[in-house]
């Protein structure tokens, strides 16, 4: 399993930006994702997890309503899709696979680089 994340950048406050998050791997459809984010001189936290097929996805509180995450199965993608941001939208964003589909970091076994995704006022 390998993650790569891709598609962060900067954007204006109130603007969109998708990022993805690519396995080249070929278990990808078997385990849950999730996405994780970590802004300056604070500790990393979740964003959103969806299961390996779908049917369950869950966000924070923080980002409801305004960012949403699918998968592509066949692509071996997920994608995290930001709308409305707001500069403490401000992170390196973590996309993590693993069997369990959780919030908790502990439960993802694999981890992407990180994109920065930063978000001006």
């Known amino acids: 399993v390998q993650l790569q994340a891709s598609g962060g950048g900067l954007v204006q406050a109130g603007g969109s930006l998708r990022i993805s998050c690519a396995d080249s791997?070929?278990?990808?459809?078997?385990?849950?994702m999730g996405w994780f984010r970590q802004a300056p001189n604070k500790e990393r936290e979740f964003v959103a997890a969806?299961?390996?097929?779908?049917?369950?996805?869950f966000y924070a509180d923080s980002v409801k309503g305004r960012i949403t995450t699918s998968r592509d199965n066949a692509k071996n993608t997920v994608y995290l899709q930001m709308n409305s941001l707001k500069p403490e939208d401000t992170a390196v964003y973590y996309c993590?696979?693993?069997?369990?589909?959780?919030?908790?970091?502990?439960?993802?076994?694999?981890w992407g680089q990180g994109t920065l995704v930063t978000v001006s006022s």
């Open positions: 969806i299961s390996a097929s779908s049917a369950r996805i």
């Open positions: 791997g070929r278990t990808f459809s078997s385990y849950s």
């Open positions: 993590a696979g693993g069997y369990r589909f959780s919030a908790a970091e502990s439960s993802y076994d694999y």
